[in-house]
């Protein structure tokens, strides 16, 4: 059983990603875009542009988890670039 500390982060992609993409892709993305080491505990949000699928990344001691939604019907409200700005500038 996977569990998380109060002071794991949580870091969501704002541009959606090809979901194609498995762990070393999404890892990749991590290290690329956020310039995060996606080895340091916290989890990665991404989502496709049609905002109705996610995945999850995050590392534990032994590997990777790997986590996927698909919302039918619906879609997931997804924070504006500016909108993560304002929140967490002041």
Known sequence: MTSFLPTTGI???TAPVDLRKAFDGL???????????PLNGSLYVFSNR????IK??????GGYWLCTRR????????????EVRARYSR
Do not use: Q
């Open 11 to 13: 870091f969501v992609a």
């Open 27 to 37: 890892a990749i993305l991590v290290r690329n875009s956020l310039s995060h080491d």
């Open 50 to 53: 049609r905002r109705d699928r």
């Open 71 to 82: 919302l039918e019907p619906g879609t997931f409200r997804w924070p504006k670039r500016d």
């Open 56 to 61: 999850i990344l995050f590392w534990e001691p």
